[in-house]
């Protein structure tokens, strides 16, 4: 197996040159680099990763160190360290302990005497006095003059040389309970935790019985009368609140369950957000009352509909409003159908043809909105030539000149 001599040789240059190129630490002539890369890769040659990781005090390898993999809460979080750690040229190493504590002593051994980075620890060691040795050793783990930093998963040792990612488990087992209480609408509920003793099953038990004393009827009944009372103070002196204020009351108090979507309604809009949410944010800062009749009006318990309801549907009053700008379509076009633009050759050509056109289109689509008038019909045409909708709808017998106003 080549070595870095080899490699020196073959590219007529110094052991420290080949150095200098494999590890990028200083200058190098564009010439000795273009010599050494090609006799790397004539002789094949590999560094020993160990070795000069020993000769740096840096081998980019982290040592994570569980009770089991087969505990379904590890997988996710050995996933993110894997993740996180190939975006920095790392590999993990990964031990499991089986909440054996004097395996874990030797498995934090066994990785300092192979040089790792740094140590991912789930430990298995409880608070007591034999415990204060082991930890204040994982404070002060090194490979040379260089520490062998130690991060703790789950919850945090008492030293101020180990960082700990934990979570607040008092808080945590507080929320879940409540939250099976309030929305789920469950009271007996169990609590399947560490050994009695076992610092992180103490908080979550703490946090279990929290939840049930605070979690009485009178408190529940209590916490939703206020919750009403702030929301029908909205409403007071014959205000009428905006939708949006509604949704923010309701979720403060958690009066009610709302779903997701709520939560991106209610924050400030962000760039290349959905447009169904932009759309909602908008629609709901109208007074509450509007909102009454508009879910009157989409649920047809109101006196006005629209032209593509049900087919045949008639109504006392029709308002026909033609507007090709607002319309943005380009099926049909009232400014051709009222001569208040030309048709275009495209549509000369089918007329003669005998194929379908706008016009014909728009035609039908105006027969249709009219009829279903029984008593009374306005029709309202935006345009810019407003003498040639009129001649147009004199001309063809639909309206006389006393039915039509121009503004």
């Known amino acids: 197996m080549p070595n870095i001599k080899d490699v020196a040789k073959q590219a007529g240059v110094s052991i420290a040159t080949v150095s200098r190129v494999i590890n990028n630490t200083k200058t190098v002539s564009p010439a000795a680099r273009v010599k050494v890369e090609k006799a790397i890769r004539d002789l094949n040659y590999h560094a020993n990763?160990?070795?000069r990781g020993l000769k740096v005090s840096k081998t980019n390898r982290i040592a994570t160190i569980i009770t089991s993999l087969s505990r379904t809460f590890f997988s996710p979080i050995i996933e993110g360290i894997d993740e996180e750690a190939a975006k920095h040229d790392?590999?993990?190493l990964i031990a499991e302990t089986h909440d054996n504590i004097e395996q874990e002593v030797q498995l934090v051994d066994y990785f300092a005497?192979?040089?790792v980075d740094g140590i991912i620890l789930a430990s298995s060691i409880n608070d007591d006095e034999r415990a204060s040795s082991y930890i204040s050793r994982l404070g002060s783990l090194h490979k040379k003059e260089f520490p062998i930093p130690v991060v703790t998963l789950e919850f945090p040792l008492q030293s101020n040389h180990i960082d700990a990612v934990s979570i607040n488990n008092e808080k945590a087992a507080f929320d879940a309970v409540t939250y099976l209480i309030r929305q789920v609408h469950r009271r007996n509920i169990v609590h399947i935790s560490h050994p009695y003793g076992h610092r992180i099953g103490d908080q979550r038990i703490q946090g279990y019985q929290r939840a049930l004393r605070t979690a009485d009827q009178a408190d529940l009944l209590e916490t939703a009368e206020n919750a009403v009372d702030e929301l029908l103070f909205l409403w007071k002196d014959g205000a009428i609140p905006a939708c949006v204020d509604i949704l923010k009351v309701i979720k403060r108090t958690n009066l009610f369950s709302l779903n997701d979507r709520v939560d991106d309604i209610l924050s400030k809009p962000v760039e290349d957000e959905d447009k169904k949410v932009t759309a909602l944010r908008k629609a709901l800062i109208v007074p509450f009352n509007e909102l009454e009749k508009y879910s009157a009006y989409v649920t047809d318990n109101t006196q006005f509909a629209t032209h593509q309801g049900v087919k045949g549907l008639e109504f006392p009053r029709v308002m026909v409003i033609m507007d090709d700008t607002e319309a943005k379509g380009f099926l049909f076009s009232?400014?051709?159908?009222?001569g208040a633009t030309s048709k275009t050759e495209t549509d000369i050509k089918n007329e003669r043809d005998g194929k379908d056109t706008g016009i014909m289109r728009t035609t039908r689509l105006f027969y249709v909105a009219c009829t279903r008038a029984e008593k009374s019909l306005?029709?309202?045409?935006?345009?810019?030539?407003?003498?040639?909708?009129?001649?147009t709808a004199i001309s063809n017998g639909w309206f006389s000149a006393e039915e039509i106003e121009l503004l």
């Open 113 to 115: 005497r192979q040089w």
């Open 49 to 51: 990763e160990i070795a």
């Open 334 to 338: 009232y400014e051709k159908l009222f």
């Open 90 to 92: 790392y590999s993990v």
């Open 378 to 391: 306005a029709v309202v045409a935006y345009t810019e030539n407003k003498e040639a909708v009129k001649n």
